[in-house]
């Protein structure tokens, strides 16, 4: 199966970010994989083009103002799909340097915005999809995962408000809520996960949420 049209997936490592890049290219697509650590980075790649992928490299990193949507600019072929994977930790809201808090921020909500309106005009060409990765701390905050809960839960938001504006323009918007952790060879391995992306981006008319269970 050939597919030209290009998919991105920022945030890659070898969890989720891997394995949804292993699902579109074995539906065909070349990838575009962006990472901050430039030897696992392509490391990963060099595991994909071994399984037949077509796949470039960038090294970016979400934490950065500006850096995932430098490298989605220089994009010049039409996007089938975006891939927003990135995500930051952190511990307790009152104990965690406002600093880090506002990094995290970058990461889980500032990077996705600045990154879609990169992608817009090549997502408009191909009728793309933005798909994003959700965290079941959204709907269920975490006393141990404090930052990272009200990061998911602001990803969770921004998904709802761009899919409505991005549905006039003809893109698909979609999350992915992933309600356990995930780990090979258990019901939220990473394969099994990539393949609730592939659905929801071959739905069209699907709901913007998909809640993964492992079910």
Do not use: C, W
Request: aromatic share 6%; no cysteine; glycine share 10%.
């Amino acid at each position: 199966m050939s597919n030209q049209e290009l998919v991105i997936v920022v945030g890659v490592g070898p969890g989720v970010g891997l394995g949804v890049a292993e699902a579109f290219a074995k539906k065909g697509h070349p990838l575009l994989i962006v990472a901050r650590n430039a030897a696992k980075l392509e490391e990963m790649a060099a595991g994909l083009r071994s399984a037949g992928a077509v796949v470039t490299t960038a090294v970016a990193d979400a934490a950065i103002p500006g850096d995932i949507a430098r490298v989605i600019s220089a994009v010049d072929s039409p996007i089938s799909a975006l891939v927003y994977n990135a995500a930051a930790f952190g511990g307790p809201l009152l104990a965690t340097d406002s600093d880090q808090i506002r990094s995290a921020s970058e990461v889980n909500l500032h990077s996705l915005i600045s990154a879609t309106k990169a992608a817009l005009p090549k997502l408009k060409e191909a009728q793309g999809a933005l798909l994003i990765t959700g965290g079941g701390f959204a709907l269920y905050p975490s006393g141990a995962y404090r930052v990272l809960s009200v990061g998911k839960a602001m990803i969770r938001s921004a998904a709802f408000v761009l899919a409505q504006e991005l549905k006039p323009e003809g893109i698909r918007v979609a999350t992915i809520t992933i309600v356990g952790t995930v780990a090979p060879n258990t019901p939220f391995a990473p394969e099994k996960i990539a393949q609730a992306y592939i659905d929801a981006y071959e739905n069209r008319d699907g709901e913007v949420e998909t809640v993964f269970k492992g079910d």
